[in-house]
């Protein structure tokens, strides 16, 4: 028996074309999972799509959604049930970097629109997913997961970043009080707080910073891709169903540096 087969099971990736989305998405269609990738940029979605579907059983469509925009969250969730009939997890990794400035030079429109896609459009996701999944627990099919891409940033300081800080800090009070409310249908919610990665957002950083994450990772090296596979499994399958409401590090043990 496959202890990790997600055959016939639907997850949503927000942002799933690129860096850790496309890491735990993966994962997700290797397992056999029928996978919905929602982001923005639609040459990158087809580039996922097409290397996604040579990877596993199930089926994988790409749509396009800035999670920004709740109509756009609304669409995708429409055309998701359409293609697939149910989500049963989802991952609101989608995200953008913060603006880099130190807080007496911050500007409201930068703060606000890190705020929109890195906490408010993980709750909006979460809200037209969760209708869904509360809707099936009424008529007999409880359960699902609900999976945060957060950051070590949540818990620790880092210079010029506090806009981006808050912004996952605010995603763990999320995952938090949707784990609490949701419980009574069998969803679980938690928050993948990722360390060190080299994705876009790393490369685009201050050099500097990626010399001075190699210092103080305690196992000196960034985190590995591969590895967000086998992750994304685990939350998707049953064997996480009594781990709810937590804020897991996945940083190489930063955290306690």
């Not at 993948?192 to 990626?210: M, Q, R, S, V």
Request: glycine share 12%.
């Amino acid at each position: 028996m496959d202890l990790f087969d997600l055959s016939g099971r639907v997850a949503v990736v927000t942002g799933g074309n690129g860096g850790l989305g496309l890491g735990l998405a993966r994962g997700l269609a290797k397992a056999g999972a029928n996978v919905a990738i929602w982001a923005r940029n639609a040459d990158k979605n087809a580039a996922a799509l097409e290397e996604l579907s040579a990877l596993g059983r199930g089926e994988v469509i790409a749509l396009t959604c800035d999670v920004a925009e709740e109509a756009q969250i609304e669409d995708a969730m429409g055309e998701t049930l359409r293609a697939f009939g149910r989500v049963d997890a989802c991952f609101a990794n989608a995200g953008i970097a913060g603006s880099g400035t130190a807080i007496p030079d911050m500007e409201t429109d930068g703060w606000d629109r890190v705020m929109a896609v890195n906490a408010r459009g993980p709750a909006l996701t979460y809200k037209h997913v969760t209708r869904h999944m509360i809707q099936r627990a009424k008529e007999g099919d409880p359960g699902g997961k609900l999976v945060a891409t957060s950051s070590g940033q949540s818990i620790m300081g880092v210079n010029k970043s506090s806009d981006y800080a808050a912004s996952k800090a605010a995603l763990n009070g999320l995952t938090r009080g949707a784990a609490f409310e949701l419980a009574r249908y069998d969803i679980t919610a938690n928050a993948l707080l990722f360390g060190y990665y080299e994705t876009d957002i790393t490369a685009a950083a201050n050099p500097k910073f990626a010399e001075w994450m190699a210092k103080r990772i305690p196992l000196r090296r960034p985190g590995d891709h591969a590895g967000l596979e086998g992750l994304a499994v685990f939350f998707a399958s049953p064997h996480s169903d009594y781990i709810t409401g937590q804020c897991l590090p996945v940083d190489g043990g930063l955290c306690i540096s």
